[in-house]
């Protein structure tokens, strides 16, 4: 990827949530990312080790998910381009650089922008306003992660099915049905049953 497709990435991700940083701030970001592409299949960051970087996903789709005791993936989020670019990472194990408890795998060839810790704790040090920049985006996350905690304790099976039809229909045919499933924490066979349901 040239440099001037990482600026065009980097200033669309800012744009996608509304956010400003100085020209001088915006360039030293820029020169320290560096493109990094996960093929279908393939880990960004893997149960038991450290996540030592933090990626703008720019193409393709990404899920996040944990090992149960009898080695099933419980799936905990969907990363994926619909109305602005999302951050990629263990966030715990990045910002603690400690082993993650879990994985992170590409549903299809993924792109990245991708930065390590050093690098963005340096930047976070010399450029006050991607200090800034970094609070605001870990408070999004940190936001997301209670509404779906939220959901997943007060909805029903057909109540989280509908909220995921109008904000992730078009993972339909593209993420795995039981992937889904368990992201909705319902068996498949549910799933199923309440997809042919044609009131939902």
């Keep these: 990827m040239s440099e001037d ?5 980097l200033d669309a991700f800012f744009k996608s949530h509304g956010i400003d940083v100085s020209a001088e701030s915006f360039i030293a970001l820029s ?5 990094k592409t996960v093929e279908k299949g393939k880990t960004f960051c893997k149960n038991g080790k ?4 933090i990626g703008i996903l720019l193409r393709g789709i990404m899920c996040s998910y944990f090992e149960s005791p009898n080695n099933s993936r419980q799936i905990s989020r969907f990363f994926f381009l619909q109305n602005h670019h999302l951050l990629v990472s263990s966030f715990e194990s990045f910002k603690n650089q400690t082993p993650s408890n879990e994985t992170i795998e590409a549903v299809e060839e993924s792109e990245l922008l991708c930065i390590s810790f050093e690098n963005l704790q340096k930047l976070y040090h ?3 306003d991607l200090n800034k920049l970094g609070r605001h985006l870990a408070e ?3 936001i997301r992660a209670l509404q779906r905690i939220h959901n997943l304790q007060t909805m029903d099976s057909k ?3 509908i909220i995921f039809r109008k904000e992730k229909k078009f993972l339909f045919g593209r993420v795995d049905l039981k992937d889904i499933a368990s992201y909705l924490g319902m068996t498949a066979k549910t799933l199923r049953e309440l997809l042919n349901k044609k009131k939902i």
Aim: hydrophobic share 25%; proline share 4%; aromatic share 8%.
């Design 31 to 35: 020169k320290k990312l560096e493109r």
């Design 126 to 128: 010399d450029y006050p």
């Design 5 to 9: 497709q990482i600026i065009k990435g």
């Design 140 to 142: 999004e996350n940190y």
């Design 50 to 53: 450290a996540c030592n970087e």
């Design 159 to 161: 109540e989280l099915l």
